[in-house]
């Protein structure tokens, strides 16, 4: 698996966006017992954290300490550095999987296995990320500038699968059909920058040009968003959940 993240985990935990409550309780309505969840690639814990109102006891992986070093310490949860695909977790332990906006860097098989083995009989799986924002269309093109043509050859292949909403990574187990959801957040300018500064291409970038690309659109999403401005954003919420047998 891929760490992207490890280097602007910071900027991760202040600008990444959350899951809507809509969502959350939406799984929960299909789950039917609460002892014991895990969270794959928890990142820096946003939804290891919701999760730990509702369960006794989460358990949330990642492989970035970084990462890990910047979520919330709660009792309930149990963070750990482990590799999806392999961690010590004793067989039929979760009620419940989820994974936040990560199992595109999975490996597939392997991950799967792993839930097979770890989750109780009829658990749940739930697969959830979010699709590129839109704004305002002056906004949304300007954005797109950057993430097509400036940065476009840097975001790496497993991107495709968010582009495609999750809907060409295989999937065997006995899927629930999910509502749409999108999470709406209001942002400053700065909470735009410094989430744009959080896109992994960005950096990739950044790295082979010694330039953030961020700086090439500023002037331009200035014009458009004045630095006193709230404006409202919407995500774009991407959902599989499957009965584990």
Sequence with gaps: MKDNFSDQSNLYQQFRPTYPTELLDWIYQHVSNFQTVWDCGTGNGQIATELATKFNHVFATDISIQQLSNASIIPN?????????????????FDLITVGQAIHWFEFEEFYAEVNRTAKPDALLAVIGYEKFNSEPRIDAIIETLYTDIIGTYWDKERNYIEEKYLTIP?????????????????????????????????????????????????????????????????????????IH
């Excluded at 749409?180 to 744009?196: A, C, D, R, T, V």
């Design 77 to 93: 949860i149990t963070y750990s550095k482990q590799a999806a695909e392999h961690t010590n977790f004793a067989n039929d332990v």
């Design 171 to 243: 999937f065997p187990f006995e899927e629930i059909q999910c509502p749409h959801f999108s999470k709406k957040i209001s942002w400053s300018f700065p909470q735009l920058i410094g989430y744009l500064e959080t896109w992994s291409a960005v950096k990739l970038y950044q790295n082979d040009n010694h330039q953030n690309p961020v700086d090439l659109i500023k002037q331009d999403l200035q014009k458009a968003w004045k630095e006193d401005e709230i404006k409202v954003i919407q995500f774009p919420i991407i959902t599989r959940m499957g009965r």
